[in-house]
């Protein structure tokens, strides 16, 4: 069974921080690269970082040096610790394999809510 649990999210000042969890169904989890996504209100959903099944991360320029993603490969799950966070980063976040399209399976996401 196809299945993504995202918590963590929350609401918090400006320069606070926040980390995401991610626990994913083997079948998702398993050898794929991993990725968060976050959607805000009136945008597209964007891929904000990636990491494979090796450990090798990318980010997107908005939340580099910022942001890290990390897994737990005996858990199935993928986290994202957030640091500095700025009122732009108030959004849903989804995690997901990190070549997801909006067809594929999705779980609730995590609303994060940064205050100025």
């Known amino acids: 069974q196809v299945q993504l649990v995202e918590s963590g999210g929350g609401l918090v000042q400006a320069g606070g921080s926040l980390r995401l969890s991610c626990a994913a169904s083997?079948?998702?989890?398993?050898?794929?690269?991993m990725g968060w996504f976050r959607q805000a209100p009136g945008k597209q959903r964007e891929l904000v970082a990636t990491?494979?099944?090796?450990?090798?991360?990318a980010y997107t320029d908005s939340v580099k040096g910022r942001f890290t993603i990390s897994r737990d490969n005996t858990k199935n799950t993928v986290y994202l610790q957030m640091n500095s966070l700025k009122p732009e980063d108030t959004a849903v976040y989804y995690c997901n394999r990190a070549i997801a399209t909006l067809g594929d399976v999705w779980g609730q996401g995590t609303q994060v809510t940064v205050s100025s």
């Open positions: 990491i494979d099944n090796v450990g090798t991360t």
């Open positions: 083997a079948s998702i989890f398993r050898l794929n690269a």
